[in-house]
């Protein structure tokens, strides 16, 4: 399995507070704020704008509080707020690559706090570059199948413009470029697939074991603490978690 869709089954298990909840929301209101700016309003033109209209009703955004943040981000005027998409780049603990996407409205603070998480986990902030072309933009959609049924689904799967499947004993994770995501997500739908969390994600071309347990657990914790800012909307990394090391990580 790829160092995301480890780290995505670990924070998957992160409990959801209301502050969890709330920062959900916020990130997802910033993303649809930036994606009708880049791209205009209209969610049948703006492939990236109806990902993150679906991002936020999955995270419970209610459809009238997405309608008026779209109404938001298509006006002009003094007080329309400037949303900008910056990339972040740096290394984790065990030199394993970290790369994070933020929304913000103040470049400078989003910067200084996200300098202080990587240094405050034995961590440092790169500079733009350094390790962005070990990353590929592709889509990625997660299944949800039991063992037993995989290789029927696969079958399916497999009609369609994938790229690579990655299976575990509770589902599978589906990769594809990043413009033929909404065909499989369609795809999968018309043939009675659930598809869950269909997003585009910073894929790592290769990954970095992590063998030792006290360095995987600080790996975790910058991880977490880059996913909980309300400014990030994507944190990818190429640390590679063995077996044994990630039982303990997800207890």
Known sequence: MSGHNKWSKIKNKKAVTDAQKNSAFTKALKLIHSTVKAGGPNPETNFKLKMAMDSAKQSGVPITTIENGIKK??????????????T????????????????????????S??????????GSLG??????????????????????????????????????????????????LAENLHTVKIGLET???????????????????????????????????????????GVYANADFPDSVLANLEE
């Open 127 to 176: 500079e733009n570059g350094c390790v962005g072309w070990m990353f590929e933009q592709k889509g990625a959609i997660y299944v949800a199948a039991p063992k037993a049924t995989q290789e029927e689904l696969m079958l399916k799967v497999m009609e369609l413009p994938v790229e690579d499947i990655e299976q575990d004993d509770a589902g599978m994770t589906i990769y594809t």
């Open 191 to 233: 043939a009675k697939i659930i598809p869950e969390n269909p997003e585009l994600i910073m894929k790592p071309k290769n990954t970095v074991k992590v063998e030792d347990p006290a360095i995987a657990k600080q790996v975790v914790a910058l991880l977490s603490d880059m996913e909980d800012h309300e400014d990030v909307q």
């Open 88 to 111: 972040y780049e740096g290394y984790g603990p065990g030199g394993v690559a970290v790369l994070i996407h933020v929304t913000t409205d103040n470049r400078n603070r989003s910067v």
């Open 113 to 122: 706090e996200i300098r202080h998480s990587f240094n405050k986990h034995n």
């Open 73 to 86: 981000a298509s006006g002009a005027g003094a007080d329309a707020t400037v949303m900008e998409d910056i």
